[in-house]
């Protein structure tokens, strides 16, 4: 990472060229580390984390095994996938390493991966496949990693992350491959424009101009593969979705849920009262830990 940027108040092309010119912006916040979290959470205290690297046809992508000896087991593992808009985040970020964290001490073991970034070059499937990857990979060595069989594994994710997971769920089952045991969705972007999910992409709106820098081209933005909300809920495992009650893109949270539950799929839609986008990125938020223990009892129900 390196010096702070307010990428949210640029302009789409200019926080591209920030980025691809400076790299991911420190987070300005003291209290995120691993360290501050275990002296705020004593329950994170006896997690354990190992980094590795997945092999991915676009090179090798960061990823990182979260486990708790001391946890009574869940029988059941996540590989977790973080946001980011398509064009940012990382393991350390609060979305990906305190949830990760959190899930572990609760006996849900984690595998945290990284993907490509979509900055003007790159474009879907390079970040799916990435997914993908981490995936097999998960599943190759699920026993030795987290400590579970391969089909116990979930997956999941949060904002761009939940785009991928879905997106990739439905190329799994396209494509006749393992896919996981249940699925994992916080404030997904499951459509192209996801305040607007059964609407054409406006042009002018921030949403379908991070899509659209996600496919890269306006055709693109139809593939289900990409967002899943646009194709079939027939195949999906159970499926927890969480929104947010102040969430613009709450709408195609709901829409997909509702997908999945006509294709007869057991999903479970949470609405997180007084909750905003990304409120799993910040700890302290109140409104944060009840959606992460949400998930770790959906999980082991």
């Known amino acids: 990472m390196t010096e702070t940027a307010d990428l949210r108040s640029m302009p789409l092309p200019e926080a591209l060229r920030w980025l691809r010119e400076h790299g991911e912006p420190a987070d300005p ?3 995120i ?12 205290a006896g997690v354990q984390t190992r980094d590795l690297v997945v092999e991915s046809p676009h090179g090798p992508q960061p990823a990182r095994v979260y486990r708790d000896p001391d946890a009574a087991p869940s029988g059941r593992a996540l590989v977790w996938v973080h946001g980011g808009a398509f064009i940012g985040g990382y393991l350390d970020m609060p979305e990906s390493n305190w949830v990760a964290l959190e899930l572990a001490a609760r006996g849900i073991p984690v595998f945290a991966v990284d993907y490509t970034k979509c900055l003007g070059d790159v474009h879907h499937p ?24 391969a089909d116990a ?16 769920t439905a190329q799994l089952r396209d ?26 992409p ?7 101009q991070m899509s659209l820098n996600y496919v890269g081209t306006p055709e693109a933005l139809r593939d289900p593969h990409a967002f899943a909300g646009l194709g079939s809920g ?40 007084d909750a905003d986008h990304a409120h799993i990125n910040e700890p302290a938020d109140p409104t944060a830990l009840p959606t992460v223990e949400a998930i770790a009892d959906w999980i082991r129900a």
């Open 29 to 31: 916040r003291p209290d």
């Open 33 to 44: 580390d691993t360290a501050s979290l275990r002296r705020r959470f004593p329950r994170l």
């Open 126 to 149: 390079v970040p799916s496949q990435d997914v993908i990857a981490a995936w097999r990979h998960a599943r190759a060595h699920a026993v030795e990693l987290l400590g579970v069989d």
């Open 153 to 168: 594994l979930h997956l999941g994710g949060a904002s761009a992350g939940g785009a991928l997971t879905s997106g990739v």
């Open 175 to 200: 494509a006749g491959a393992d896919g996981p045991a249940g699925l994992v969705l916080v404030y997904p972007v499951a459509h192209p424009d996801g305040g607007n999910p059964g609407a054409l």
């Open 202 to 208: 406006d042009p002018g709106s921030i949403h379908a």
């Open 234 to 273: 027939d195949g999906f495992p159970r499926t927890i979705v969480v929104v947010c009650e102040l969430d613009g893109l709450r709408p195609s949270g709901e829409a997909f849920a509702e997908l999945l539950r006509a294709s007869g799929v057991d999903v479970t839609l949470r609405l997180e009262p």
